[in-house]
């Protein structure tokens, strides 16, 4: 299978994940499904075991400024077309369970955003700095500053 099969991809997630999961039509020619935090590893699981789509070819963050509370997690996955996994996680406690021992490739991704955003990554050694110097002792760079009054 050269492109990935969106609607068989959506008929297995209806049938694996209990809260549905919601396709988001935001980044032109590109399928977004947004997946709650918890779901991160089944999902992921079920595109490589099911699906046979292992290049990742990025994980990326961002704060949206109309929702202040939340940093968005972007998974890009690539088969002859793009496929986003979409989270949205509280920025005060930003908790995601490590892809590295499914996708050893996600380990600079997930240094970076860990870096960059302040997100923990669970199940995995360490995350060494991978951008920042070693002594970097300030917020993460990419976050914005709550203006004081």
Not at 11 to 28: A, K, M, N, P, W
Not at 41 to 49: G, R, T, Y
């Amino acid at each position: 299978m050269n492109t990935l099969d969106v609607d068989a991809l959506f008929s297995v997630l209806g049938g694996e994940i209990d809260r549905d999961c919601i396709r988001q039509d935001s980044i032109q020619n590109e399928v977004v499904i947004e997946i709650p935090a918890e779901k991160l590893q089944e999902v992921s699981s079920i595109l490589l075991d099911q699906f046979d789509l292992h290049h990742l070819s990025t994980i990326t963050a961002e704060e949206r400024t109309g929702d202040p509370d939340y940093l968005e997690v972007q998974y890009n996955f690539w088969k002859g077309s793009g496929l986003t996994l979409l989270t949205r996680l509280e920025k005060d406690s930003p908790v995601l369970r490590s892809l590295t021992d499914m996708i050893p490739g996600a380990d600079f991704y997930e240094r970076e955003v860990a870096e960059m955003f302040g997100v923990r990554f669970t199940h995995r050694t360490e995350t060494p700095p991978l951008l920042l110097p070693e002594d970097w002792d300030g917020d993460p760079p990419m976050l914005q500053k709550e203006e004081t009054k």
